[in-house]
């Protein structure tokens, strides 16, 4: 009998009207992940992951709103975005780098 599986939702950044970290999601064991920007905001996201939760670094991630799956570490407009290497990594943030108004949400989906 084959395993059943639930998608679960995770909110990173909840309409969000400032800069800040937002949550981290914990991606061991994941083999990808895809993202969600949305709202109307003049701001930027940046993708970060991290080993040990205090050094973090920009991931380039695929912007699936582009034909040609353009990467970029960072997102200034709503859209879906691609993680498609996360083996080896640990944890996964969608940072909030710079605001200046509107409102911010980043959510995360897994299936569990």
């Known amino acids: 009998m084959a395993k059943k ?3 679960t939702e995770i909110t990173l950044q909840d309409a969000a ?5 937002g949550t981290t999601l914990d991606v061991a064991g994941f ?13 930027t996201v940046t993708f970060e992951g991290s080993q040990d939760g205090t050094n ?3 991931l380039a991630l695929a912007d699936l709103n582009s ?3 353009a990467r970029s570490t960072t ?3 709503g859209g879906m975005f691609l993680l498609d290497s996360v083996g080896g990594l640990k944890m996964f943030r969608a940072r909030i780098s ?6 911010i949400t ?5 299936l569990a």
């Open 98 to 103: 710079a605001y200046t108004s509107g409102s």
């Open 67 to 69: 034909t040609t799956r």
């Open 56 to 58: 973090w670094v920009a």
């Open 5 to 7: 599986r639930y998608y």
């Open 17 to 21: 009207t400032a800069t800040g970290d």
């Open 75 to 77: 997102a200034t407009a």
């Open 106 to 110: 980043v959510k995360a989906g897994r």
């Open 31 to 43: 083999e990808s992940g895809v993202f969600q920007v949305t709202g109307t905001f003049v701001g």
